[in-house]
C-alpha cells in the first residue's frame, strides 16, 4: 500500500490506527500473559516499579526507531546497511529466525486458546486459527484488513483484561505507592529487562514502524504524527500490562496461588470462575492471533531488501511464513532448542538495530538535512540500547547453562 493522491485522511488515519495496534498487539502474546502474572505473584505491588521503568525505556527505544526510519523512509534494516553495509542483512537474518520460532510459540497458543473455548484439540485449534489468519492475507485489501483486525483484537483484550482487573479488587493504592517506591529496586532488574525485551525486542520495535514506511507516512512533514503514534503504541501495551498486572495482584492478594502451568489463566478463573477460564481463553487467542500476524508481516518486511520479488508478493510470502510456522508446530511440536536459540539470537536485535538507529539519527546523508534529533530523545535510546545489552548478557548466559544440561 503506497500513498497516492487518492488516499483521503480517514484510510491514513486507519492505517496509523493499524501501525499503532500492530505494535501494540504483536507485544501482547502468550509470553507477555504468563511474564506479567508469574512476575506479579513473584514480587506483588513492587513489581509496579518494574512496569514503569521498562516503560520510560520502551518509549525511548521506540521514539528513536519510528522517528528514524520514517524521516529516512527506510525500513531498519536499510537504515542499518547505510550506517554498517551487510549489518542490515545480519539483522534481518535474527529477526526472521526469531520470528518463525516465536511464531511456533504463538500458533502454540491459538491452538491452546481454542481448546479452552471450544474444546478441540490444540492441534487442529491451531490449525484452524491459522487458516483463518491465512484467509486475512488472500484478500486483497489485505493491508486495510489486517489494520482493522489489529484493532479490534487490541480493544477486545484490553476490555477483558480490564474487566478482570476490576473484578479482582486490587491494592491499588499500594501498588501505586510501591511504583515510585518499591520494597528492592535491585531484584528487579530482571524483570524490566524481561519486559523490555518482551515489549521492544525483535521485530516488535520495527513493526508500527515499517508499516508507516510502506504507507508513505513518512518525512520531516509527519514527524509529530508518528512520535505521536509510537507514543500511543507504548502507552496501549503499557494499559494492557498495567490492567493484567492489578488482576493478577488482586488475586494473590486474597491468598490464592497461581497455577505455575498457567498463571494468567488462574488470574482469570479465580476472579471470574468458569466464566473467567473462557475469557482467558478470547484474550488468548486475540494475543496469539495478533502476535502470528504481527510477527509474519514484520519479518516479511525485513526481507525486502534481498530481492525486490519478495515485496511484490509479500502476501504470498506473509502466507508461507505462517504456515511454515504452523506446519513445524504441527510436526514436532514446539523445538525447545530451536526456541531457545532463536531467543538468544533475536536479543541480539534491539541493541544492535537501536545503535544503527542513534548513530543514522546524526548523519543527514540518511535522515536530510533538514532534520534535527533531539538529544534527549538519543539519551532515552542509549539507556534502552544499555537496558537491551543486559539482556543479551543474560540471554547468553541461561543459553549456556540450557545447552550444558
Request: hydrophobic share 50%; glycine share 16%.
Given at each position: 500500500m503506497h500513498p497516492t493522491a487518492s488516499a483521503t485522511p480517514a484510510s491514513q488515519r486507519?492505517?496509523?490506527?493499524?501501525?499503532?495496534f500492530i505494535m501494540a498487539t504483536s507485544s501482547?502474546?502468550?509470553?507477555?500473559?504468563?511474564?506479567?502474572s508469574l512476575f506479579t505473584e513473584k514480587y506483588l505491588a513492587s513489581f509496579a516499579f518494574a512496569i514503569v521503568i521498562s516503560l520510560l525505556i520502551d518509549i525511548g527505544a521506540q521514539l528513536n526507531i519510528w522517528r528514524i526510519i520514517t524521516v529516512a523512509n527506510l525500513r531498519g534494516q536499510d537504515v542499518a546497511n547505510r550506517v554498517l553495509p551487510g549489518i542490515g542483512h545480519l539483522i534481518s537474518a535474527f529477526i526472521v529466525l526469531g520470528g518463525i520460532a516465536f511464531n511456533i510459540g504463538n500458533i502454540g497458543g491459538a491452538g491452546l486458546a481454542m481448546n479452552v473455548i471450544f474444546g478441540v484439540p490444540p492441534v487442529l485449534g491451531s490449525l484452524i486459527a491459522a487458516v483463518l489468519i491465512i484467509g486475512i492475507f488472500l484478500l486483497r485489501n489485505a493491508k486495510g484488513v489486517?489494520?482493522?483486525?489489529?484493532?479490534?483484537?487490541?480493544?477486545?483484550?484490553l476490555c477483558m483484561i480490564g474487566y478482570a482487573m476490576l473484578q479482582s479488587s486490587p491494592p491499588v493504592m499500594e501498588a501505586l505507592s510501591r511504583s515510585i517506591n518499591p520494597d528492592d529496586p535491585l531484584v528487579l532488574l530482571l524483570p524490566i529487562v524481561?519486559?523490555?525485551?518482551?515489549?521492544?525486542?525483535?521485530?516488535?520495535?520495527?513493526?508500527?514502524?515499517?508499516?508507516?514506511?510502506?504507507?508513505?507516512?513518512?518525512?520531516?512533514?509527519?514527524?509529530?504524527?508518528?512520535?505521536?503514534?509510537?507514543?500511543?503504541?507504548?502507552?496501549?501495551?503499557?494499559?494492557?500490562?498495567?490492567?493484567?498486572?492489578?488482576?493478577?495482584?488482586?488475586?494473590?492478594?486474597?491468598?490464592?496461588?497461581?497455577?505455575?502451568?498457567?498463571?494468567?489463566?488462574?488470574?482469570f478463573s479465580h476472579s471470574m470462575g468458569t466464566i473467567g477460564y473462557k475469557m482467558f481463553g478470547i484474550v488468548l487467542l486475540a494475543a496469539s492471533v495478533s502476535s502470528v500476524i504481527g510477527a509474519a508481516y514484520t519479518s516479511v518486511?525485513?526481507?525486502?531488501?534481498?530481492?525486490?520479488?519478495i515485496q511484490r508478493h509479500n502476501q504470498r510470502m506473509v502466507i508461507a511464513f505462517i504456515a511454515c510456522s504452523?506446519?513445524?508446530?504441527?510436526?514436532?511440536?514446539?523445538?525447545?532448542?530451536?526456541?531457545?536459540?532463536?531467543g538468544t539470537l533475536n536479543a541480539l536485535v534491539l541493541p544492535l538495530a537501536l545503535a544503527c538507529i542513534l548513530w543514522a539519527a546524526k548523519k543527514p546523508g540518511i535522515v536530510g538535512s533538514e532534520y534535527r534529533h533531539p538529544t534527549w530523545m538519543l539519551v532515552f535510546?542509549?539507556?534502552a540500547m544499555a537496558a537491551t545489552a543486559v539482556g543479551v548478557v543474560m540471554s547468553f548466559n541461561a543459553f549456556v547453562q540450557f545447552w550444558q544440561s
Open positions: 486507519n492505517v496509523l490506527r493499524g501501525a499503532i501482547i502474546g502468550p509470553a507477555f500473559l504468563t511474564q506479567t489486517m489494520d482493522s483486525v489489529m484493532q479490534v483484537l487490541g480493544l477486545v483484550m524481561t519486559l523490555v525485551g518482551g515489549t521492544v525486542g525483535g521485530y516488535i520495535s520495527f513493526s508500527g514502524g515499517h508499516r508507516l514506511v510502506e504507507a508513505g507516512i513518512t518525512g520531516v512533514e509527519n514527524v509529530g504524527v508518528v512520535t505521536r503514534a509510537a507514543v500511543t503504541g507504548i502507552a496501549t501495551t503499557g494499559v494492557v500490562r498495567i490492567c493484567l498486572f492489578l488482576a493478577a495482584l488482586g488475586v494473590v492478594s486474597q491468598g490464592m496461588a497461581l497455577d505455575a502451568g498457567n498463571p494468567a489463566a488462574s488470574v518486511t525485513f526481507m525486502y531488501s534481498l530481492h525486490e520479488s504452523t506446519l513445524i508446530y504441527g510436526l514436532v511440536g514446539q523445538p525447545v532448542k530451536v526456541l531457545v536459540v532463536a535510546g542509549l539507556l
